[in-house]
């Protein structure tokens, strides 16, 4: 993924809702993918996994889709809460040690 | 379990001068990487220790420094501190590669 900067992408959703946010990483070697959630003043916090090796993961109201053929990640939420409003992270690594790469964000906001 | 703790949770630091975060990571976990997150540029990889021995490093400055101790914890320096530099520094912890990356809340740093 790269930087989007300052402006980062936002989506709005309506609370019961389903959100789908997306993600394009960049190296077509990286072997392990990683959704984090950030809410203001904390610390990425985790949210879901998925390897090459596979296809599709589910969590518990969170599901992880990667298509390795267009480098694409997708994390969709399920129902979405007003607690799920916060800045998604993808993160790829690629296989050289614990160095995770990061896309830009997205802002998800849920209105009530 | 504890999670990673980092300290201090802010900072404020004058133009040239130097400064050490610390980072705690969880029992077991001997991988302790540091990324640095700005509104401009996202979250960067800084580097990652393993077992006292730094594995892998972004591509920074050599003001920014590392080091793990034996018990896990680690510290990183930033030495003749620019106003750039102001950033969250955060820190996670794992157990291996792939094996999951856990951030602490971070230490907002500010340089003035």
């Known amino acids: 993924g790269e930087s989007v900067g300052l402006h980062l992408p936002t989506l709005s959703v309506q609370e019961g809702d389903n959100s789908i946010i997306n993600c394009a990483y960049s190296?077509?070697?990286?072997?392990?993918f990683i959704w984090y959630k950030q809410e203001s003043g904390k610390g990425p916090q985790f949210i879901i996994d998925i390897r090459s090796n596979m296809d599709k993961r589910q969590g518990q109201r969170v599901t992880v889709l990667l298509n390795k053929t267009v480098k694409h990640l997708s994390l969709q939420i399920a129902a979405t809460q007003p607690g799920d409003s916060a800045v998604y992270f993808c993160?790829?690594?690629?296989?050289?040690?614990?160095?995770?790469?990061f896309g830009g964000g997205t802002r998800l906001m849920v209105k009530p | 379990k504890a999670g990673v703790t980092q300290t201090p949770r802010y900072l404020i630091k004058t133009r040239g001068q130097q400064v050490t975060l610390s980072c705690s990571p969880i029992s077991g976990h001997r991988s302790v990487s540091w990324y640095q997150q700005t509104p401009g540029q996202g979250l960067q990889f800084l580097f990652e220790?393993?077992?006292?021995?730094?594995?892998n490093k972004g591509n920074f400055p050599g003001r920014f420094s590392g080091r793990q101790f034996s018990n896990s914890r680690s510290e990183m320096n930033v030495s003749t501190l620019e106003l750039g530099d102001s950033a969250l520094y955060l820190c996670?912890?794992?157990?291996?590669?792939?094996?999951?990356?856990?951030f602490g809340s971070g230490t907002r740093l500010t340089v003035v």
């Open positions: 190296n077509s070697a990286s072997d392990y």
């Open positions: 993160a790829e690594n690629r296989d050289a040690g614990n160095m995770l790469t």
């Open positions: 220790y393993f077992s006292e021995t730094q594995r």
């Open positions: 996670a912890s794992s157990l291996g590669v792939g094996d999951g990356y856990t």
